[in-house]
């Protein structure tokens, strides 16, 4: 049986923990792979299901998954609403593989999670299942001196380093890579965060 995840009590309310608009990456992909055809992308921690649902109405195939079991409900409720159709289940990314391929990987906020020894062997598998001309799509946070813990931080979190990220993929084509810091109101309390976003593309 799966655990409950330290998530669920932030995602147990009726509002949306982290909104329902999509993150700003989101609209670089509809210009880098258009759903002008059937593309299938993959939302990693999808979290209540803002960035998922968001692709979906796009017209884009929709599979999200996420450790919370209550994240996957918000995001059925969410996909719901706005009457999309989505698929989602619950998973643990470090153990979970993917049985299939996809034309886009997304993820945002999530792969702090990811324990620094298992990075190599997930983001191998990650571009495996990665179409040829298809996009990982990456927003993750990095570590800086300047910056604190946020208030509503993660037990066990390991922040990437500036290039961590870029090093994996240095064999695709960067489409997109900016470090950026940023203020945040998660958890009503101001702090920043460091983020590495990224935008690679299969050979
Ligand atoms: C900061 S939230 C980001 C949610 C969403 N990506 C967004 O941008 O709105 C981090 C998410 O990662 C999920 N998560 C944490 N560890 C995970 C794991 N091992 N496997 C899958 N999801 C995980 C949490 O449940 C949470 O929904």
Known sequence: MAQASSYD??????????????????HQVLQLIPPDRAVSLLDIGCGEGRNAVFFAHSGYGVT??????EGVAK??????????????????????????????????????????????????????????????VFSLFVRKPFIGKAPDSDPGAEPWLSGELLTLYHDWRIEYCAEEVFDCMSGGIPHQHAVNRMIARKP
Request: aromatic content about 12%.
């Open 9 to 26: 009590e932030r995602y147990a309310g009726q509002g949306y923990y982290w909104g329902t608009k999509p993150s700003a990456i989101c």
């Open 64 to 69: 999200a998954f996420d450790e919370s079991a």
């Open 75 to 136: 995001t059925e409720r969410l996909a719901k609403a706005v009457q999309v159709p989505i698929s989602v289940f619950q998973a643990d990314m470090n153990e979970h593989r993917l049985e299939q391929d996809f034309g886009i990987l997304f993820s945002t906020g999530v792969f702090h999670l990811i324990p620094r020894n298992l990075r190599q062997e997930v983001f191998t598998h990650f571009k495996r299942r990665t179409t040829a001309g298809g996009l990982n």
